[in-house]
Structures are given as structure tokens and as C-alpha cells.
């Protein structure tokens, strides 16, 4: 399984050139999963904000409708809450939390595992528990249950 970051810049740029993998980016991805796994395809997810770091991951994307609660204008944008903490360096365990609480998808928020891109803005490893009835029901993730997945998100860039 492939996986690196822009300090591989050579080796993709050669992987490219060769059609060793399909490469696509994951820039627009507001909500999905990335299941990490051998299937031929790269995604990219430029990630940290306008340091602009772009990580790159083997496996399935799995494109989500982020929750309207989420951007209800009645309410504070839990996207733009996190991009803000996530640029000004804050601690984002108090939103994750209000993120978990309003989303539809149960999960933990976990450390990377060994030899994986670290967390970083819009790149979160969970540990995925399930979604409630009546969502989500175009995709079983039944094998992915309690396995270290990627949770992407807006960055802020």
C-alpha cells in the first residue's frame, strides 16, 4: 500500500509518469472517509492550512453529505470552528466533541497508526463504530467496524 507525503515529491512524480497507480486529489471532500488499503488508486489531501502539506494514501474514498447541522447558520459552523483551531494551532478535542455529538457517524478520534500519515487539518484517523439507522445506507463498512480509518474535512486553505 502506498502511502507518503511532499517529501516523496520524486517517487510520485515518477509513479505518476509511469501509471504505476491512478492518482487523484480529494481537495473538495467536505466529509468522507478514506479507507486505507491496496486498490490502485491514490488519493491526495492537501492538508496544514496554507502551509499547503499534501499527503497522500492508497485506498477507497467514500465521499459523505456532511450533516446540515453542521453549517446551520443558526448555529456556530463546527467546519469553520475547527479550520480556525487547526490554523491558530489550538486544541480541537472540545469540537471533535460537538462534532461527535451532532454527527450521524459513530467514531473515536485516534492517534495514526505506524508507518501512516499523521493527523493533520482535514486528515483525522478514527476508529469507526458504525452511523445511525437511516444514514449512510448506500455504503456497508461492516469489515471497516473498529479499524483505523481516515476522516476527511474542509481545510482551511
Known amino acids: 500500500m502506498f502511502v507518503g507525503d511532499d517529501s516523496d515529491y520524486q ?3 515518477r509513479l505518476k509518469r509511469d ?3 491512478a492518482f487523484a486529489t480529494c481537495y473538495d471532500i467536505d466529509w468522507g472517509f478514506l479507507l486505507p488499503c491496496e486498490s490502485g488508486v491514490v488519493f491526495e489531501q492537501q492538508t496544514d492550512g496554507c502551509c499547503c502539506h499534501h499527503v497522500f494514501l492508497e485506498g477507497i474514498l467514500i465521499p459523505l453529505h456532511p450533516p446540515a447541522e453542521f453549517r ?3 448555529r456556530i459552523d463546527l467546519f469553520a470552528e475547527l479550520q480556525d483551531a487547526n490554523y491558530r494551532g489550538k486544541p480541537t478535542r ?3 466533541a460537538r462534532i461527535k455529538q451532532q454527527s ?3 467514531f473515536d478520534c485516534i492517534e495514526s497508526p505506524a508507518e501512516m500519515p499523521p493527523n493533520q487539518e482535514g486528515f483525522q484517523w478514527i476508529r469507526y463504530h458504525g ?5 449512510g445506507q448506500m455504503f456497508a463498512l461492516g469489515g471497516w467496524k473498529n479499524k483505523p480509518i481516515v476522516l476527511l474535512y474542509p481545510n482551511s486553505d
Open 72 to 74: 446551520d447558520d443558526r
Open 19 to 21: 501509471g504505476a497507480y
Open 11 to 13: 517517487t510520485i512524480q
Open 131 to 135: 452511523h445511525d439507522d437511516g444514514y
Open 104 to 106: 450521524h457517524i459513530r
Open 94 to 96: 472540545d469540537i471533535w
